[in-house]
């Protein structure tokens, strides 16, 4: 069965940087496509980067968009989150999973279902 860990996170002031990984075992990564979801202290899960299953595009939550961007090292078998200007918002465990698929939400933003996913990482934004 693959396994998903999260790391990279931590406190960051406003405005700073973060670059999560994801490395991927027991599975070829490139047998997977992964997405980013995160959820907060009394809210709920919260998609932040998905791919399509109809045409394998890269989708970027509107909280996101413009600031954080996926990459994968298919040779080490790890994807990055890298986060830049960072908010308050963006507080929450921080999650990588495989996408079983995407769907449109009623809101009509792209999300996805997740087979896998790992135990996540923190992020903490200060003001």
């Known amino acids: 069965q693959v396994q998903l860990v999260e790391s990279g996170g931590g406190l960051v002031h406003i405005g700073g940087s973060l670059r999560l990984s994801c490395t991927v075992s027991g599975g070829n990564l490139d047998d997977y496509s992964i997405g980013w979801f995160r959820q907060a202290p009394g809210k709920e899960r919260e998609g932040v980067s998905c791919?399509?299953?109809?045409?394998?595009?890269?989708y970027y939550s509107d909280y996101v968009k413009g600031r954080f961007t996926v990459s994968r090292d298919n040779a080490k078998n790890t994807v990055y989150l890298e986060m830049d200007s960072l908010k308050p918002d963006d507080t929450a465990v921080y999650y990588c999973?495989?996408?079983?698929?995407?769907?449109?939400?009623?809101?009509?933003?792209?999300?996805?279902?997740?087979?896998?996913w790992g135990q996540g990482t923190q992020v903490t934004v200060s003001s």
């Open positions: 791919v399509s299953s109809a045409n394998g595009k890269r």
């Open positions: 999973g495989t996408i079983k698929r995407s769907h449109i939400t009623p809101a009509q933003t792209m999300d996805c279902d997740y087979e896998y």
